[in-house]
């Protein structure tokens, strides 16, 4: 089983994908599926989240067939 995960903007710029897929293992969390996804970097300043088009914190954990986005702060003007 897995997850989806969608990358956005500087985001995918920065790993250098949009999107990808990761086996699912019990525990997983947003933050351990963006450390893996960036050979253990840190995650950037205010990024944001959301699993099934819901905001997430880093801590969330995710389910089988889940679907995780990554993406900056939007901002306006």
Same mark, same amino acid.
């Given at each position: 089983m897995s997850i989806q995960i969608k990358l956005f903007a500087s985001l995918a710029e920065s790993l250098q994908r949009r999107e990808a897929t990761l086996d699912f293992e019990q525990g997983m969390?947003?933050?351990?599926?963006? $450390?893996?996804? $960036? !050979?253990? *970097?840190? *995650?950037?300043?205010?990024?944001? !989240? *959301?699993i099934n088009m819901a905001y997430c914190e880093m801590e969330t954990q995710l389910q089988d067939g889940d679907e995780l986005a990554f993406f900056p702060p939007v901002t306006g003007g």
């Open positions: 969390t947003v933050g351990s599926v963006w $450390s893996n996804l $960036s !050979a253990g *970097a840190d *995650a950037p300043d205010e990024i944001m !989240a *959301a």
